[in-house]
C-alpha cells in the first residue's frame, strides 16, 4: 500500500531564503507524486506531479521537486521564498489504479517572516 | 468556467440534524471524490465516484452517503450529524484516468461544517 510522510508540520523561512519542504513515500510500484498548495481559506491547488520521464520537476510559482527513487523522497524546494508563498502544502501519491485516488500526507504549513 | 463549486461554504447544525453538501463541476470530468480535511490528519477520502450513477467508499465513510445522479454533480449527505463530523469538506473532479492512475485532480473551495 502507499503511504506518505510529510517531515515538519511547521517550517519558517525569511523572505529571500530557500525553501526545502520534505516528503517521503513508501509504495509497492514506481510512484506517481503531486505536490498541492493551499492557501489560507481556500482549496487545494496543484503545484507539480511526478508520473514518469524527468525525475526533475518544475511547477508554478517557482517550486520544483525531485523524485529520488533510492531516497523514496520527492522534497519541494524554490530558491527564495516569497511572502506569498505562505501557504500549507500537501505531499500526496497516487494509488497507482484506475481509480486515480490520492493519499495524502498531513501537510506543512510554511511560515515566510519579512 | 468555474471549475469546482461548492455549496454551501459554511453551515452550522445540531447533532442529529441531516444535510446535503453539492459539488458541481463544469470540466466535463468522469471522476468525483469527497475529502474531509481535519487538522493534523491531511485529507481523508469519503467516497468518490468513476462515473455517472457508481459510487464507492474511501477510508473514512462512515456516517455519509452519496450520490451521482448526473455527472455534473456529486452529493454528500450527513443523515444524523455527529460532532466528530465537524470538518472541513472537499470535493474534486479528475479526467478519466488510464490503468495507473496520474491524472491531476481539481479542487473545490470547501464547506465548512460545525456540528454543535
Known amino acids: 500500500a502507499q503511504s506518505v510522510t510529510q517531515l515538519g508540520s511547521h517550517v519558517s523561512v525569511s523572505e529571500g531564503a530557500l525553501v526545502l519542504l520534505r516528503c517521503n513515500y513508501s509504495?509497492?510500484?514506481?510512484?506517481?507524486l503531486f505536490w498541492y498548495v493551499q492557501y489560507p481559506n481556500q482549496g487545494l491547488q496543484l503545484l507539480l506531479k511526478?508520473?514518469?520521464?524527468?525525475?526533475l520537476v518544475k511547477g508554478i510559482n517557482g517550486f520544483e521537486a525531485e523524485f529520488k527513487k533510492s531516497e523514496t523522497s520527492f522534497h519541494l524546494t524554490k530558491p527564495s521564498a516569497h511572502m506569498s508563498d505562505a501557504a500549507e502544502y500537501f505531499c500526496?501519491?497516487?494509488?497507482?489504479?484506475?481509480?486515480?485516488?490520492?493519499?495524502f500526507g498531513t501537510g506543512t504549513l510554511l511560515a515566510v517572516q519579512p | 468556467n468555474a471549475g469546482v463549486t461548492q455549496t454551501p461554504k459554511f453551515r452550522v447544525l445540531k447533532t442529529g440534524q441531516s444535510m446535503t453538501l453539492l459539488c458541481a463541476q463544469d470540466m466535463n470530468h468522469e471522476y468525483m471524490y469527497w475529502y474531509r480535511q481535519d487538522p493534523g490528519m491531511g485529507l481523508r477520502l469519503i467516497h468518490y465516484s468513476v462515473g455517472e450513477g457508481t459510487t464507492a467508499k474511501g477510508e473514512v465513510p462512515d456516517g455519509y452517503n452519496v450520490s451521482r445522479l448526473k455527472k455534473q454533480n456529486f452529493l454528500l449527505g450527513l443523515e444524523s450529524a455527529a460532532p466528530s463530523q465537524t470538518s472541513v469538506y472537499f470535493c474534486a473532479a479528475s479526467k478519466l484516468a488510464g490503468a495507473a492512475g496520474g491524472e491531476t485532480q481539481y479542487f473545490g473551495p470547501g464547506t465548512r461544517l460545525l456540528v454543535l
Open positions: 500526496a501519491v497516487s494509488d497507482r489504479s484506475a481509480t486515480n485516488k490520492l493519499i
Open positions: 511526478y508520473t514518469t520521464g524527468a525525475t
Open positions: 509504495s509497492s510500484v514506481p510512484p506517481y
